[in-house]
């Protein structure tokens, strides 16, 4: 059984007493694994009772990451056991054995620590504790003092206590059970701080130009201090670090809760990065969850634009990994009802469009290199591509024009005629479409498809841009 035995088959035994000794110390250590998730509650942060619930935690988290691993009957081939390289190669699975898997309930899987964790009720004060972790600002040197140990030591702790928590919950939400009992506004909340934590300890003068302007906009719509519980409310101020109502003056032993890790492994194991994970397994099973509830949580605290946002200011800093995880967040977002039908609630503002459009450029069009990766971020890609037609002077500002030459493939093409189809359909203006296809000499008026380009691929990036226009044109209702 999971951690505590292998499979039946491998103790069979014709020794009575050899099966009933197995029995007794997997059922000793199951018990002694149920009291150490008893254990996790809430504690002062950086006190004596925090230090014994780190270690705590760094061990029910490595059992909780073991558990989580699939077994060899799972898996018929070799392949990474994390979530970031499954997605990242998405060829690679297990057939009817994952789908077997995934069917089952958490009683019927081989995973203790998660199902203990529910039992116990343990996933909201895990992800409250977390949260409270990332809105306070700590000193290891004078909590070293405090306590008589070596300041390097509390350093440790603080990032053993981060990664412990942020593994084991990612353990927890790989369960629709846990998820059920999520508190999902606290986790969309705790997302919101993170980005937040992240985009205003950056150096400004690193931003692009678009950027501060964004910034100085959220500052003007900050919270009083009656409000100051909210995500919002976190941010530092020239040398001082706000954290609700208290402003305190940083010192180089102070420690903010966000530093961009050092490597690409250390930022797989961040909250940084471990947000995008929560978010996207929260997503993989919205419909079994209230969709309407949690996409308000995301409307109201700027799900997309932060996260867009932090992606736009950190992409360089991940594994291609991480970006795929990352993006397909967004992706699985924008496939949701409510999302499509209040687009322009979480994208208001031509810039969030433009931001978001801007991605493609940067990283996310150098992830689809294969027909899964596609089909993953095929929701992303089709809100990419909207918002190119709809906002075609703000695109071609970026210099943008000619991201297709190397990839004018006859998916794109077949795509995008479908689409100008069905509108010239729709409307029932095709000859105007025509007729201004003449006019250009796209080609020669003979069809209303102009972004054929097939036999002149040239031809047809010259002509995208100005048919993007005309199909605007067409479904603002204009001639």
Request: hydrophobic share 35%.
């Amino acid at each position: 059984m999971s951690l505590f035995s292998k499979k039946a088959s491998l103790y069979e035994t014709s020794d009575p007493d050899a099966t009933t000794n197995l029995e007794r110390i997997t059922k000793k250590f199951s018990v002694d694994l149920r009291n150490q998730v008893r254990k996790v509650q809430k504690v002062e942060l950086m006190g004596k009772d925090w230090f014994i619930l780190t270690d705590t935690l760094e061990h029910i988290s490595k059992i909780a990451n073991i558990e989580a691993k699939p077994k060899p009957h799972e898996i018929s081939s070799l392949s990474s056991y994390s979530s970031i390289h499954s997605l990242a190669s998405p060829s690679s699975g297990s057939g009817s054995s994952h789908k077997q898997s995934h069917n089952q309930t958490l009683w019927e899987k081989e995973q203790f620590c998660v199902r203990y964790m529910v039992e116990e009720g343990k996933v909201n004060v895990l992800l409250r504790l977390l949260r409270e972790w990332k809105q306070t600002k700590f000193s290891p040197q004078k909590v070293a003092e405090q306590l008589k140990v070596d300041p390097d030591v509390v350093r440790a702790k603080m990032r053993s206590f981060e990664r412990s928590v942020g593994i084991l919950l990612k353990c927890c939400f790989s369960s629709i059970e846990a998820l059920q009992t999520l508190d999902t506004t606290e986790l969309v909340v705790h997302a919101s701080i993170i980005f937040n934590n992240a985009l205003k300890e950056v150096d400004l003068e690193s931003f692009p130009a678009e950027i501060p302007q964004r910034q100085q906009e959220d500052s003007a719509q900050q919270p009083s201090k009656e409000d100051s519980d909210t995500p919002s409310s976190i941010a530092p101020t020239g040398d001082t670090y706000t954290t609700g109502t208290s402003t305190t003056p940083l010192s180089p032993n102070t420690t903010t809760q966000f530093q961009m890790p050092p490597s690409e492994t250390d930022f797989e194991t961040s909250q940084e990065f471990l947000v995008f994970e929560y978010l996207r397994l929260l997503l993989d099973h919205i419909e079994d969850l209230q969709e309407e509830m949690v996409g308000k949580a995301m409307l109201s605290h700027d799900t997309v634009n932060l996260s867009v946002r932090f992606l736009d200011l950190f992409h360089t800093k991940m594994s291609q990994q991480c970006q795929v995880v990352c993006s397909s967040m967004l992706a699985r977002l924008m496939d949701t009802e409510y999302f499509q039908t209040n687009r322009e609630k979480f994208l208001p503002t031509d810039l969030d469009k433009v931001r978001l459009v801007s991605l493609k450029k940067k990283f996310v069009k150098g992830l689809l290199v294969n027909y899964q990766r596609k089909r993953m971020l095929r929701p992303l890609m089709d809100n990419i591509m909207r918002f190119e037609i709809t906002h075609p002077s703000e695109v071609a500002t970026g210099g943008d024009d000619d991201e297709f030459a190397d990839n004018d493939d006859d998916t794109f093409k077949s795509s995008m005629n479908a689409e100008s189809s069905v509108i010239l359909g729709a409307s029932n203006k095709s000859h105007v479409f025509s007729s201004q296809s003449s006019s250009s000499g796209g080609n020669g008026g003979n069809s209303p498809s102009v972004i054929d380009g097939s036999s002149n691929p040239l031809s047809f990036l010259q002509n995208r841009n100005r048919t993007r226009k005309n199909i605007y044109s067409m479904i603002s209702g204009g001639d």
